[in-house]
């Protein structure tokens, strides 16, 4: 029997590789063609059969030429989630902030956290592993000098690569690690409505401390609740929003 669903199953993925790449084609052309809304719903069918950084970002476009701000906002960060290390994401996600009404100022890290998250962030999480495979198999090779040949200049030369090499390789998997990590935290949210009330408490008849419109960024909290979240703004602002009023990335 398991050999019987292993066959069907190795029968049926060209077939599903296949819809999906005819999919992404279909997809391609709708935008370069300007049907951005048919190019749209393509990509949300494609995405379906796999998350991809691609297809995220080219959503985004879809959404910003269709000046949907929430949804191209939210598509460019999931895509920057996938690949925190792509400058065009970084680019349009920013064009896209700047069509959103408010404008919140981010507070400031301090120096060494700011210098950390551009070194996390420069690459992907698979490129941090490639980084850390290379640099392993250098350390393999180095040590190989160090230990096999007799110039005493040569050996130097791989005992001190060796161990730049192994520290590399040993930053990467921390680094690879922790992307790793807050890739698959889902912690962030987009406002997708027009715009809401943010409460004090999780109730309707709650205090309106501040309104906040379509396309900010959040971070949830307290999402324990099922209709409601408790949400902080870049600024440090904190309220109660509907669940159904966001959508998290």
């Known amino acids: ?52 950084s691609d297809v995220y970002y080219n959503l985004g476009n879809c959404y910003y030429r269709l000046e949907k701000v929430g949804h191209a906002v939210l598509n460019y960060e999931r895509a920057l989630r996938l690949d925190p290390g792509d400058r065009n994401i970084r680019h349009n996600l ?38 850390a495979t290379v640099c ?3 350390f393999l090779c180095m040590m190989g000098v160090y230990l096999f040949l007799n110039r005493m200049a040569l050996r130097k030369i791989g005992f001190f690569a060796g161990i730049a090499a192994l520290v590399i390789c040993i930053l990467a998997n921390v680094f690879a690690y922790h992307e790793k990590v807050l890739m698959l935290r889902h912690d962030t949210a987009v406002l997708m409505q027009e715009s809401v009330h943010v409460k004090s408490t999780p109730s309707q008849d709650g205090k309106d401390l501040f309104v906040i419109h379509e396309g900010t960024k959040m971070h949830l909290v307290d999402d324990a609740m099922r209709d409601w979240k408790e949400i902080r703004l870049d600024d440090g602002k904190t309220g109660w929003v509907e669940t159904s009023a966001i959508e998290v990335i």
């Open 1 to 52: 029997m398991k050999r019987l669903i292993y066959l069907l199953f190795l029968l049926m993925f060209p077939a599903v590789l296949m819809n999906a790449q005819d999919l992404k084609t279909q997809a391609d052309t709708a935008y370069v063609q300007e049907r951005y809304a048919q190019a749209a719903e393509l990509y949300e069918q494609l995405l379906e059969q796999g998350h991809s």
């Open 94 to 131: 920013e064009l896209a902030r700047n069509k959103t009404q408010d404008k919140v100022v981010a507070l400031q890290d301090i120096f060494i956290v700011t210098w950390y998250k551009g070194i996390l962030y420069s690459m992907s999480v698979d490129g941090w592993g490639i980084l």
């Open 136 to 138: 392993f198999v250098l």
